[in-house]
């Protein structure tokens, strides 16, 4: 199973997460949705059985690097001023 991970939650995602969700069994897909606010991310998930929250703050160095390590894929949906930061832990860790 191949593991994505989506970093924010913001009213943009909704779209990208249902496509994905929607195929996920097909494609044996888990997606780990992570924002600040794990309430926001919670939302996302709902109950689906291939979609688990977490709390991420991407500025907080080793929460960053653990959740892209945890990952085969990684998406971020921040806006563009923040990619920077995952982009080099993702370059770090092949992702």
Do not use: W
């Not at 997606?31 to 709902?46: E, M, P, S």
Request: proline residues 1%; contains cysteine.
């Amino acid at each position: 199973m191949r593991s994505i991970l989506i970093i924010g939650a913001g009213k943009s995602t909704s779209s990208l997460i249902h496509y994905l969700l929607k195929a996920s069994h097909q494609e044996d897909l888990q997606l780990i949705i992570a924002d600040k606010h794990k309430t926001i991310a919670d939302a996302h998930a709902g109950q689906h059985d291939r979609a688990k929250a977490i709390a991420l703050d991407v500025f907080n160095t080793a929460e960053r690097q653990q959740a892209i390590q945890d990952s085969d894929i990684v998406i971020s949906m921040l806006p563009a001023r923040f990619h920077m930061e995952v982009a080099k832990t993702c370059v770090e860790y092949n992702k």
